[in-house]
């Protein structure tokens, strides 16, 4: 199975600032996703990111709000700009294994990144 | 769209005892992934169970096991022998099996929070 780190693991964060989350695997992956969660809410997909192609948004999320760059087959970021409080939320990274290693659907999760907006 | 519907945001049990977790889920699929997560408060998503829709049988792991009942599009929990460390909240999700695009996503429902009472 994969294993995800996650950069920062949380941080606080002023109004009008933006911060970069990094992800990186262990392993070469196709299919990254990034993930929020609101506080004691379920996760809420913002996009997923695949290698040498634009990453594709979920509805209600705008690129311009949360850049995302895939540059090789182990890593990405995700920027979350221009921050105002609602943007506090978990950050979570997700991946799929490598096709070949395993076929089970599942998606391994980084420990997420914790950001609080002041 | 897929949706998945958990009505019971918390639930209780004692130690030792077996307790039952809901899941609904909506799609006009006939192929696909359906899984529990656990997110204890250390924020890890773990994988506690999957099953594939066009396997009849109920998957199990060890004191974890599903009652997947595909024409009602129910996917329940049941924990035997609750362990302290089985608190966590619970998610219920769902992923299409056919793989392209942003419908490859990981559908959430919005979780049950699991006290383990000693």
């Known amino acids: 199975s994969a294993v995800i780190s996650q950069k920062p693991s949380r941080d606080i964060c002023q109004r009008g600032t933006s911060l970069t989350i990094q992800c990186q695997v262990d392993?070469?992956?196709?299919?990254m996703f990034w993930y929020r969660q609101q506080p004691g809410q379920s996760l809420t997909l913002i996009a997923t990111?695949?290698?040498?192609?634009?990453?594709?948004?979920e509805s209600g999320f705008v690129i311009d709000k949360f850049p995302i760059s895939r540059p090789n087959l182990t890593f990405s970021t995700l920027t979350v700009s221009n921050m105002s409080p609602e943007d506090s939320s978990i950050y979570l990274c997700?991946?799929?294994?490598?096709?070949?290693?395993?076929?089970?659907?599942?998606?391994?999760f980084g420990e997420g990144s914790r950001l609080t907006v002041l | 769209a897929q949706t998945v519907t958990q009505s019971q945001p918390e639930m209780s049990v004692q130690e030792a005892e077996t307790v039952t977790l809901s899941c609904t889920y909506d799609?006009?699929?006939?192929?696909?992934?359906l899984f529990w997560y656990k997110q204890p408060p250390s924020r890890q998503m773990i994988l506690v169970i999957r099953?594939?829709?066009?396997?009849?049988q109920n998957a199990t792991e060890n004191r974890f096991s599903v009652n997947f009942q595909k024409a009602a599009k129910s996917f329940s929990l049941k924990i035997s022998d609750s362990q302290l460390g089985d608190a966590a909240m619970y998610f219920c999700?769902?992923?299409?099996?056919?793989?392209?695009?942003?419908?490859?996503?990981?559908?959430f429902g919005t979780g049950t929070l699991l006290a383990v009472q000693p």
């Open positions: 999700a769902y992923r299409t099996l056919n793989y392209g695009g942003a419908t490859n996503k990981l559908i």
């Open positions: 099953q594939e829709a066009y396997k009849q």
């Open positions: 990111a695949n290698q040498g192609s634009e990453a594709t948004y």
């Open positions: 997700s991946v799929e294994d490598a096709p070949g290693r395993s076929n089970t659907g599942e998606l391994f």
């Open positions: 392993s070469q992956v196709t299919m």
């Open positions: 799609t006009s699929e006939s192929d696909y992934y």
